[in-house]
């Protein structure tokens, strides 16, 4: 199987004015710092939950499709299936449930490609909240170590508003 991933949107699931209000800073001096635990918040989210928080284009080349065919990051929506022989068509030779991360082919198909789309087109508000909270965290939190302070993980944390997404 050979996964060629493209992504088509740069739009990124939080702007920076919402991660300022979020934070409390009115200022521009972190300006560049804030985009990048953007970035990398964003990483772990998509890492955590083998999602795309972002839109992306995609095309999955499965040497023998039969059966349930499990596409990466969720969320997709089929575009076209083919085999060197042509295109295969919906509902005849392969279903796709709706936003699902599978396809079911009916019958057996050799060398098929798919073509699809994944990411969230909209980002649900409780991803939001927790990119919001990790990022929080990264600006406050700058190194893994703190001396002379106790800390405790919040009963309602970024792993929970995560959880129900991870595929």
């Known amino acids: 199987m050979l996964l060629y991933l493209t992504k088509q949107s740069t739009d990124l699931p939080v702007d920076i004015n919402e991660v300022k209000e979020h934070l409390h800073i009115e200022d521009t001096l972190d300006d560049t710092y804030i985009y990048s635990l953007i970035e990398s918040a964003i990483a772990y989210i ?8 972002t839109k992306h284009y995609a095309q999955f080349l499965v040497e023998q499709a039969s059966g349930e065919v499990y596409l990466p990051y969720g969320n997709i929506i089929v575009s076209a299936a083919r085999t060197e022989k042509g295109n295969l068509t919906a509902n005849a030779d392969y279903v796709v449930p709706f936003l ?4 079911k082919f009916n019958k057996s198909h050799l060398n098929v490609t798919i073509d699809f789309d994944c990411g969230y087109q909209t980002i649900p508000a409780d991803i939001k909240h927790a ?9 406050e939190q700058r190194i893994d170590v703190t001396f002379g302070v106790q800390s405790f993980k919040a009963h309602f944390s970024s792993e929970m508003l995560l959880a129900r997404h991870k595929l």
Not at 100 to 103: I, K, R
């Open 131 to 139: 990119l919001l909270m990790i990022i929080g965290t990264m600006y």
């Open 46 to 53: 998509e890492q955590k939950t083998k999602r795309l928080l």
């Open 100 to 103: 699902g991360s599978m396809v």
